[in-house]
């Protein structure tokens, strides 16, 4: 079945402590992004990549790191999480191929206390 | 920079037909994109436009014209599963390499009543 996955779906942390959310794509997508997502201000872009070593910051990538080493894996990095980055987040995948169609991940609510 | 309006909130009866307007200010313009999310959920892709004109996927339709910056969603024989929120989207090239960055606006509430 062809999907996104992420991981942890809940993860609930403190101020400070590193952390790590996985995203994983089995379509072979070159193109793959994070979103996160607050009441009110929609899905906001915080960091994509055209394919594998090539990424580029979004809209809003303060405070967060991404790394492509393969084409099925774009780990989401919150070295010194702030409870302003309390929201919830989603991967997607896209083929790139004009239609604009993104497959979105289940998403992680994410909670810094 | 680019930004898009849409309504924050529309209701309406279960097997009536609704429109959701998008409006977007870009350069670069591309296309423009309608996502679906049910509370809690992932947006799942529902229609794409790149030229002027209406396209139809069973009950729903969505429509650009590019020449006004405008496009909408139109859902026929609402059900109460529609409820949801809708966001319209942007393909602005923006960087140079081929690198697009999708705008989404900030959702539609859509409520629909028995």
């Known amino acids: 079945e062809a999907q996104v996955t992420q991981n942890p779906r809940y993860l609930i942390t403190v101020t400070g402590k590193k952390l790590t959310v996985t995203c994983s794509q089995n379509?072979?997508?070159?193109?793959m992004s994070w979103y996160r997502q607050d009441p009110g201000l929609g899905l906001r872009q915080i960091y994509y990549s055209m394919n594998v070593e090539v990424t580029d910051k979004g809209d809003v990538p303060e405070g967060y790191k991404v790394s492509r080493k393969e084409k099925r894996n774009f780990p989401l990095i919150l070295e010194s999480p702030s409870p302003n980055q309390t929201s919830l987040y989603f991967c997607?995948?896209?083929?790139?191929?004009?239609?604009?169609?993104?497959?979105f991940g289940p998403g992680t609510r994410l909670t810094v206390l | 920079g680019q930004s898009l309006e849409q309504p924050s909130e529309v209701t309406a009866v279960e097997g009536a037909i609704v429109q959701i307007n998008c409006t977007y200010q870009?350069?670069?313009?591309?296309?423009l994109s309608w996502y679906q999310q049910h509370d809690g959920g992932a947006p799942t892709f529902l229609s794409y436009?790149?030229?002027?004109g209406l396209e139809e996927t069973g009950r729903f339709s969505s429509f650009l014209s590019r020449s006004d910056s405008y496009g909408y969603l139109l859902l026929q024989e609402l059900q109460m599963k529609d409820s949801a929120s809708y966001f319209c989207a942007v393909r602005d090239y923006q960087r140079s390499g081929g690198s697009y960055i999708p705008t989404f606006g900030r959702g539609t509430s859509l409520i629909v009543h028995p």
């Open positions: 997607a995948s896209s083929l790139g191929d004009g239609t604009d169609t993104q497959y």
């Open positions: 436009n790149a030229l002027d």
């Open positions: 870009t350069s670069g313009f591309y296309g």
């Open positions: 379509m072979n997508h070159e193109y």
